[in-house]
């Protein structure tokens, strides 16, 4: 009997997923979407599991995730693998997560179907994990596709710090005194040193967990994004999540500060 209930389940799921993709407006899809993976450990231990196998399963949903977006057009995907913070965990912890993260950045890079770019600080990272995103961007950095940002080492105050020592450095090297640089500085100066220069600013950034902050995630680049929280945990984001977030998205009105 429950295996009956359970399948049911899944129908209906399936069902009201097709229903909620039809009625979207394509048109209005966002363009680059930002994810928070939040709740690996939390899901595992709802699950009875360890916290390694909760982030194996946060992991493994990664390439559903942009399979879905590649079906809705979406170009840019940029990934929180892991935050600046995170490397302050427990070895016991860290250690078996950055093994994790590594598998993750590997397939994807072999996958064939997506870019592959880094961003985040190398400093505090192992030279295995360093080794391993280089090799990535080199192998899958200039195909077509979609354009998957791994975020690993990530810190959105670390970033704008690591844009502006970037921008006075080659300010300096041009012969700028300090005092000229600041006379002349833009917003856009700074921008062109993120770790994401050249890329659009995310349209939408969802978290997953239930959890209603940013943690830090691209402080700069989401000023004018849509937010959406999403309740369940990451392993159990389903594609009916990631419909109704495109559809609560295409629902609002931007006004970008206006």
């Given at each position: 009997?429950?295996?009956?209930?359970?399948?049911?389940?899944?129908?209906?799921?399936?069902?009201?997923?097709?229903?909620?993709?039809?009625?979207?407006?394509?048109?209005?899809a966002?363009?680059?979407?930002?994810?928070?993976?939040?709740?690996?450990?939390?899901?595992?231990?709802?699950?009875?599991?360890?916290?390694?196998?909760?982030?194996?399963?946060?992991?493994?949903?990664?390439?559903?995730?942009?399979?879905?977006?590649?079906?809705?057009d979406?170009?840019?995907?940029?990934?929180?693998?892991?935050?600046?913070?995170?490397?302050?965990?427990p070895?016991?912890?860290?250690?078996?997560?950055?093994?994790?993260?590594?598998?993750?950045?590997?397939?994807?890079?072999?996958?064939?179907?997506?870019?592959?770019?880094?961003?985040?600080t190398?400093?505090?990272?192992?030279?295995?994990?360093r080794?391993?995103?280089?090799?990535?961007?080199?192998?899958?950095?200039n195909?077509?596709?979609?354009?998957?940002?791994?975020?690993?080492?990530?810190?959105?105050?670390?970033?704008?710090?690591?844009?502006?020592?970037?921008?006075?450095?080659?300010?300096?090297?041009?012969?700028q005194?300090?005092?000229?640089?600041?006379?002349?500085?833009?917003?856009?100066?700074?921008a062109?040193?993120?770790?994401?220069?050249?890329?659009?600013?995310?349209?939408?950034?969802?978290?997953?967990?239930?959890?209603?902050?940013?943690?830090?995630?691209?402080?700069?680049?989401?000023?004018?994004?849509?937010?959406?929280?999403?309740?369940?945990?990451?392993?159990?984001?389903?594609?009916?999540?990631?419909?109704?977030?495109?559809?609560?998205?295409?629902?609002?009105?931007?006004?970008?500060?206006?």
């Amino acid at each position: 009997m429950n295996a009956i209930r359970t399948t049911l389940r899944r129908l209906a799921v399936k069902l009201y997923a097709r229903r909620v993709e039809g009625r979207l407006d394509t048109d209005r899809a966002p363009k680059h979407i930002g994810v928070i993976l939040d709740g690996n450990r939390r899901w595992a231990k709802a699950a009875g599991g360890t916290t390694k196998e909760g982030h194996e399963a946060g992991a493994a949903k990664i390439q559903e995730l942009l399979g879905w977006c590649e079906e809705t057009d979406v170009e840019v995907v940029t990934l929180w693998l892991l935050s600046t913070d995170n490397l302050n965990r427990p070895q016991e912890e860290l250690v078996p997560l950055l093994s994790i993260v590594e598998g993750a950045v590997r397939d994807l890079a072999q996958d064939g179907r997506w870019r592959v770019h880094h961003v985040g600080t190398l400093d505090g990272l192992p030279e295995r994990t360093r080794r391993v995103l280089r090799e990535a961007e080199e192998l899958a950095g200039n195909r077509d596709g979609i354009l998957v940002n791994v975020a690993v080492g990530y810190g959105g105050r670390q970033e704008i710090t690591d844009a502006v020592r970037s921008l006075l450095a080659k300010r300096a090297a041009d012969g700028q005194t300090l005092e000229e640089v600041a006379e002349t500085l833009e917003v856009e100066d700074i921008a062109e040193h993120l770790y994401t220069r050249g890329q659009p600013d995310p349209d939408l950034v969802i978290r997953t967990s239930g959890e209603q902050r940013l943690s830090g995630f691209m402080l700069w680049q989401s000023a004018h994004s849509e937010y959406y929280f999403c309740e369940v945990y990451w392993p159990a984001f389903r594609k009916v999540d990631f419909l109704r977030a495109l559809r609560d998205y295409a629902a609002r009105h931007r006004r970008y500060g206006t």
